[in-house]
């Protein structure tokens, strides 16, 4: 009897054969109409996931050619805000308020207007935000990210989930030797560059977020010295200084750069470009009766000297109701005043100017609020404005559609020399009342353009409408240095000028 196994297997053969190509045509169209990569927020931040396969499209080929990024996968020892992690365990930790992705608690709605609480703040799309939230905010973003890939050899950057700020935050001062300050993240460096991805380029194509100024990682060690004081050396280490990190302050004065200033996040973050331009209008519309204000607190034994001078300078034009307030001293009672979002927001919405001295730094998050409220900022250091730090949110004089505009008439902030005003030689009322009505509304006009900029969207949902926020910015200039670095350019180059409106008090 002649027997029919082959004739049998052939057929078996053909029926899996036709079912894998129907598994495999169904899982290629689901991920080409699906409407996009899908990305799923597991409970751990730093739990694996893969990127979205390769996809032939000629759009997303474009979108995406010389700006594919990598995330590197850490070991759960580095996995800083989770349960169990000692960062997060210590009663030092900050880590519990990055609900939301980072957002924080939602705002509660407005109660009533008259308790200083104003109704200009909508009940949507704003969070108390912790002004250290930007490491887990732009994880989250990042996750979302439409050009991820799993290949590191492919990429252009490879970006590092770490969170440098949060590990140091609950022992960054006072009792704290400088062995556990450094311990944690120089064994986080180690690791790291010990890592198949960092020996292509040493590390140059790597970038993170450290949610501080970096003058927090740039304390120097020096062996048997005081070990008082507070931050780290995690910037001083080799292996950070191949990276490029993004800080809310950056060293102006040194050059070429490694980190770079990006700002703080606000309480503001929306999930359409709708919503920005309803924000806009009401702060456009917004009545302010403040010639200026300031939300802020004096310094210990008056180290903070233009503090001093700004809070005489508020106390003596109250009477005229010239000059709105948040003391944020006085213990814990100033401390809730001024972290209300909804009462500083107020104040900065009904003012004209809003003064950012420098204070432990030259960078403020209040100087960032400030230009969510359409506030005009008003700087006493060159080392605090934007132009100095923020270059990459700084708005383009050419984004309006005309290139030609003078920087002059781009005037947004006002910058009146500390020293003048310590000297007795400059009154902060008199330079801030020498503003026509006109040039006010020019300059503000400036500064609510450039709120997009200066904001994070939320970092849960896909963003409706098109405008690029802060992390859009950032990441677009990060993948243009890595651009540059992995073409051997050379990066010494002259700064631009300030552009600043410099108060004429001569």
């Known amino acids: 009897m002649e027997t029919n196994y082959p004739k049998y297997i052939h057929c078996a053969l053909l029926i899996l054969a036709s079912w894998l190509l129907t598994c495999l045509f169904h899982f290629q169209f689901f991920h080409l109409f699906g409407g996009g990569p899908l990305v799923f927020l597991p409970f751990s931040l730093y739990t694996s996931f893969f990127s979205v396969p390769a996809i032939a499209d000629d759009r997303r080929?474009?979108?995406?050619?010389?700006?594919?990024?990598h995330i590197l996968d850490l070991p759960p020892r580095f996995?800083?805000?989770?349960?169990?992690?000692?960062?997060?365990?210590?009663?030092?930790?900050?880590?519990?308020?990055?609900?939301?992705?980072?957002?924080g608690p939602v705002l509660s709605p407005a109660g009533n207007c008259s308790d200083g609480d104003a109704c200009i703040v909508p009940s949507t799309g704003w969070y108390n935000t912790n002004q250290y939230a930007l490491e887990v905010i732009a994880h989250n973003r990042m996750r979302r990210?439409?050009?991820?890939?799993?290949?590191?050899?492919?990429?252009?950057?490879?970006?590092?989930?770490?969170?440098?700020?949060?590990?140091?935050?609950?022992?960054?001062?006072?009792?704290?030797?400088?062995?556990?300050?450094?311990?944690?993240?120089?064994?986080?460096?180690?690791?790291?560059?010990?890592?198949?991805?960092?020996?292509?380029?040493?590390?140059?194509?790597?970038?993170?977020?450290?949610?501080?100024?970096?003058w927090m990682f740039r304390r120097v060690e020096v062996v048997g010295g005081d070990d008082s004081g507070c931050g780290n050396s995690f910037l001083e280490q080799p292996e950070s200084r191949n990276m490029t990190v993004l800080t809310y302050e950056s060293n102006i004065w040194v050059r070429p750069r490694?980190?770079?200033?990006?700002?703080?996040?606000?309480?503001?973050?929306?999930?359409?470009?709708?919503?920005?331009?309803?924000?806009?209008?009401?702060?456009?519309?917004?009545?302010?009766?403040?010639?200026?204000?300031?939300?802020?607190?004096?310094?210990?034994?008056?180290?903070?000297?233009?503090?001093?001078?700004?809070f005489d300078a508020c106390d003596a034009?109250?009477?005229?109701?010239?000059?709105?307030?948040?003391d944020c001293g006085h213990g814990l009672q100033g401390s809730i005043t001024c972290r209300s979002p909804r009462r500083l927001i107020s104040l900065f919405a009904s003012s004209r100017f809003c003064l950012q001295p420098p204070g432990d730094s030259f960078m403020r998050r209040s100087s960032v609020d400030a230009v969510m409220a359409g506030c005009i900022p008003v700087f006493f250091h060159e080392a605090s404005t934007f132009k100095k730090q923020y270059r990459w949110h700084e708005r383009d004089p050419?984004?309006?559609?005309?290139?030609?505009?003078?920087?002059?008439?781009?005037?947004?902030?006002?910058?009146?020399?500390?020293?003048?005003?310590?000297?007795?030689?400059?009154?902060?009322?008199?330079?801030?009342?020498?503003?026509?009505?006109?040039?006010?509304?020019?300059?503000?006009?400036?500064?609510?353009?450039?709120?997009?900029?200066?904001l994070y969207?939320?970092?849960?949902?896909?963003?409706?409408?098109?405008?690029?926020?802060?992390?859009?910015?950032?990441?677009?200039?990060?993948?243009?240095?890595?651009?540059?670095?992995k073409n051997g350019e050379d990066f010494g180059r002259k700064d631009e000028n300030d552009g600043a409106v410099v108060a004429n008090v001569s």
């Open 61 to 69: 080929l474009t979108l995406c050619d010389g700006r594919y990024v």
């Open 457 to 485: 969207k939320d970092p849960r949902l896909s963003f409706e409408g098109d405008m690029r926020d802060a992390f859009d910015i950032a990441i677009d200039e990060v993948l243009a240095r890595m651009r540059r670095i």
């Open 258 to 310: 490694q980190d770079f200033a990006v700002p703080y996040p606000s309480y503001f973050h929306p999930s359409s470009a709708g919503e920005v331009a309803e924000w806009q209008a009401r702060v456009r519309a917004a009545p302010r009766p403040w010639l200026f204000a300031f939300a802020g607190a004096r310094r210990p034994n008056g180290t903070v000297a233009i503090r001093d001078r700004i």
């Open 145 to 214: 990210y439409e050009c991820l890939t799993d290949d590191p050899a492919v990429a252009t950057a490879v970006y590092v989930p770490y969170y440098p700020a949060l590990e140091l935050h609950p022992h960054m001062c006072g009792m704290f030797n400088a062995t556990m300050r450094n311990g944690p993240s120089v064994e986080f460096l180690r690791w790291l560059s010990s890592r198949p991805a960092w020996a292509a380029l040493g590390g140059r194509d790597h970038f993170m977020v450290a949610s501080k100024t970096m």
């Open 79 to 103: 996995h800083v805000c989770v349960d169990g992690s000692p960062s997060f365990d210590s009663r030092y930790s900050i880590c519990p308020l990055m609900s939301n992705a980072g957002l």
């Open 398 to 454: 050419g984004s309006d559609g005309d290139r030609d505009r003078r920087d002059n008439d781009r005037r947004y902030y006002v910058l009146i020399d500390q020293d003048d005003v310590l000297q007795g030689k400059v009154d902060i009322e008199e330079v801030l009342s020498r503003y026509s009505d006109d040039e006010v509304t020019t300059m503000r006009e400036e500064v609510i353009k450039m709120i997009p900029r200066f």
């Open 317 to 326: 034009a109250l009477p005229r109701r010239r000059c709105g307030k948040l």
